[in-house]
């Protein structure tokens, strides 16, 4: 029994990672879904829509930041165009940039994560972490419809 | 054959001096006027104003380290592309030749309601001056005595690449019957106050609708496609629909609105990208109330399909 839930753990990790390479678009969509449906969540208790959560916020903060790991590696020059991306070109012509944004937003979600305790310091913290979401939108990925 | 001649010799002359009279650049303010506008500008209310206006997102000065620009230099020289060609945003700071130093507030006035220059030519709209025009006189005065405190940038942005016939100014006369008219907004006092002022903000300061409609090949907005977006000019994207269709933001509620204004963020987690991040950082300068006023506004505002979209490509 132990035997098989390892063997299906490792062939779930493989088969991730193979998804990573052969479908770097989808892995990217999947991963940046994830991030919006933490934002989201915590968007309606910036908003006062839903009560403060601390689980909550640090789930959104954990998602950001596994993207902020992933994410750098799932645009290689092969994934430039298809799948319907909204990825520009701009990313590969200045990905150095790009990653450091990224890298950005890794270290500053972990810092929140780390200082986030309570509804008051959720509202001193937070907002600048999301303050990322659109340095990055606004030059890498086109516009949405 | 010679009275043909000229017959046609003179329906050349009579056509010209047509579009001579039709195109000629009407300034708003005359010279009466002018001195009076010079007093009682307040710079508090100005700022309100130029964040409002948006005025930064276009004529910042370019060049400046990504992600910290000083949006109080306005030395302009954001390249607009445009199925027209590329228009570059003017040096708006107070330098006395590159930018408008020498401007009276009559100046800032004709251009911002008349689309007109000091030299009495006309402006394209890519400056949104059909917005502009029904806007409120004093808020503009208010405005130049807030762009006066701002530093003097030197260097002037590069001249626009606009083919023909677009390049010819004149032509800009007959654009303007048109498009152009100077309605103040209209108040309607069935509405609450703070749906007045967003639709306020919105119609005469925000122009919204400048990039949120679908345009004509002569670019004007065509009206059953105002607010319900369209094809970005720049040619690569799509704008979305703001109306409350279903294509629109019909399941946005007015905080949701509000809140992306200040925060860029929208309800599904995601945040908004490309120029609308600019708009983002002025809107967030606003008060409160005013952010709220505008989404009230446009929460209002009546389903419209927009303009049909290209197959996506793969």
């Avoid at chain 2, 409002?52 to 370019?62: K, M």
Wanted: a neutral charge; hydrophobic letters at 40%; aromatic letters at 8%.
């Amino acid at each position: 029994m132990k035997k098989l839930f390892f063997a299906v753990a490792a062939l779930a990790i493989v088969a991730t990672s193979v998804m990573a390479q052969s479908d770097p678009i989808a892995t990217r969509k999947a991963t940046m879904k994830k991030v919006g449906e933490g934002a989201a969540a915590v968007g309606k208790i910036a908003k006062g829509e839903a009560p403060f959560d601390l689980a909550t916020v640090q789930a959104a903060l954990k998602s950001m930041q596994d993207a902020a790991k992933v994410m750098p590696t799932l645009f290689p020059d092969t994934s430039k165009t298809g799948g319907d991306t909204a990825a520009l070109p701009k990313i590969w012509e200045t990905k150095a940039d790009f990653d450091a944004k990224w890298a950005k937003l890794g270290a500053e979600a972990t810092d929140a994560a780390a200082k986030i305790k309570d509804e008051a310091s959720f509202k001193a913290e937070f907002p600048a972490v999301g303050k990322n979401c659109g340095g990055c939108h606004e030059s890498y990925r086109a516009k949405k419809s | 054959m010679r009275r043909l001649l000229i017959i046609l010799v003179f329906l050349a002359g009579a056509a010209g001096a047509a579009f001579w009279t039709l195109t000629a650049p009407t300034p708003i303010v005359t010279d009466s006027l002018a001195s009076a506008l010079e007093t009682g500008g307040d710079v508090e209310k100005g700022k309100a104003v130029f964040y409002a206006g948006g005025c930064a997102a276009c004529h910042v000065s370019q060049g400046q380290p990504e992600g910290q620009e000083d949006r109080l230099k306005l030395g302009g020289g954001l390249e607009l592309k445009s199925p027209f060609g590329s228009f570059y945003a003017p040096n708006i700071s107070p330098h006395p030749t590159d930018g408008i130093g020498k401007w009276k507030v009559a100046d800032l006035v004709n251009a911002m309601q008349g689309g007109v220059s000091p030299a009495g030519d006309h402006y394209f709209p890519a400056f949104p001056y059909t917005t502009y025009a029904h806007a409120k006189v004093e808020d503009i005065r208010d405005l130049m005595a807030f762009l006066r405190t701002l530093e003097p940038i030197p260097g002037k942005a590069p001249a626009h690449t606009v083919g023909f016939p677009f390049n010819v100014r004149r032509g800009l006369g007959l654009w303007k019957r048109l498009y152009l008219d100077h309605a103040p907004v209209a108040e309607e006092v069935a509405r609450p106050l703070n749906w007045n002022r967003g639709k306020y903000l919105v119609e005469a300061l925000g122009h919204c609708a400048e990039c949120h409609s679908g345009r004509d090949f002569i670019g004007g907005v065509i009206e059953k496609y105002r607010f319900a977006g369209g094809p970005d000019l720049e040619g690569k994207d799509w704008v979305p629909n703001i109306t409350q269709h279903k294509d629109g933001i019909a399941d946005w509620s007015a905080k949701d609105i509000a809140y992306m204004l200040k925060t860029g963020d929208t309800p599904d987690g995601d945040s908004v990208g490309g120029s609308m991040t600019a708009v983002v950082r002025n809107m967030a300068e606003l008060s409160d109330a005013d952010r709220e006023a505008i989404a009230a506004y446009i929460k209002s505002l009546p389903p419209r399909e927009g303009p049909p979209k290209p197959p996506k490509k793969d």
